[in-house]
């Protein structure tokens, strides 16, 4: 079956635009996160949904990032009047359900390079 | 911050084992350890998973001492696909609790 897509892998904006990058989890998946990767790190925590409730947004960095997913399914994360220490991969994961014994299934990323 | 201690990076000859080393002194009761790897420019991919007892599935074993302050990764027979960077992670299975990534160890298995 599918797993995690992001769309889009590579994205390159000029600093102080806005951008919007999306997540569709796994079907059926009640547990959505978002992190952010910088070059030669491991991912951090950014923000926790579950099903259309946002949770836990404790890591995003600033007010200029903010995370949706209206309907339980797709999740966008958009950046406002992006900043060149934006750059890095962002990380979706979803997982069934939270419990005993989930794992957490990641996409591919999207590299986000701001000029 | 973290709460688990891996080696910066390891080397392994190809269809040797692999045993990946990490410290997590400060593990509470109801934390799992988790392992993760990445391979570059894809996601995290899930590896196994344990409480206290020692797990072994299709990819791996992992072996958890019995004061459960370490464990080991075992990769039995490493590919060159095997190089990637390794996370070792605790985490309590609340509810939505995340993953506290560190930078992990980076694995290089060579032909």
């Known amino acids: 079956g599918a797993g995690v897509s992001q769309s889009p892998r590579y994205k390159v904006a000029k600093r102080g635009q806005d951008v919007a990058l999306r997540c569709d989890p796994i079907?059926?998946?009640?547990?959505l996160f978002w992190y952010q990767q910088a070059l030669g790190q491991g991912p951090e925590f950014l923000t926790y949904f579950q099903n259309e409730a946002q949770l836990d947004k404790s890591g995003l960095p600033s007010d200029r990032f903010f995370a949706e997913r209206p309907e339980g399914s797709v999740s966008t994360l958009k950046i406002q009047r992006t900043q060149q220490e934006d750059s890095a991969v962002y990380l979706c994961a979803s997982s069934l359900r939270e419990g005993l014994n989930n794992e957490q299934f990641f996409g591919p990323g999207t590299r986000l390079t701001v000029l | 911050d973290a709460k688990t201690t891996q080696p910066p990076s390891m080397d392994c000859a190809e269809g040797r084992a692999a045993n990946l080393p990490c410290n997590h002194s400060t593990i509470s009761g109801n934390e799992y350890v988790y392992w993760y790897r990445q391979i570059h420019s894809q996601g995290p991919q899930y590896i196994i998973h344990?409480?206290?007892n020692n797990e072994t599935n299709e990819m791996a074993s992992l072996i958890i001492t019995e004061d459960r302050k370490s464990s080991t990764l075992i990769l039995p027979h490493a590919t060159l696909r095997d190089t990637a960077v390794y996370y070792c992670?605790?985490?309590?299975?609340?509810?939505?609790?995340?993953?506290?990534f560190g930078p992990g160890t980076r694995l290089s298995v060579l032909p």
């Open positions: 344990g409480l206290k």
């Open positions: 992670i605790v985490r309590a299975d609340n509810y939505g609790q995340n993953f506290v």
């Open positions: 079907s059926g998946h009640v547990s």
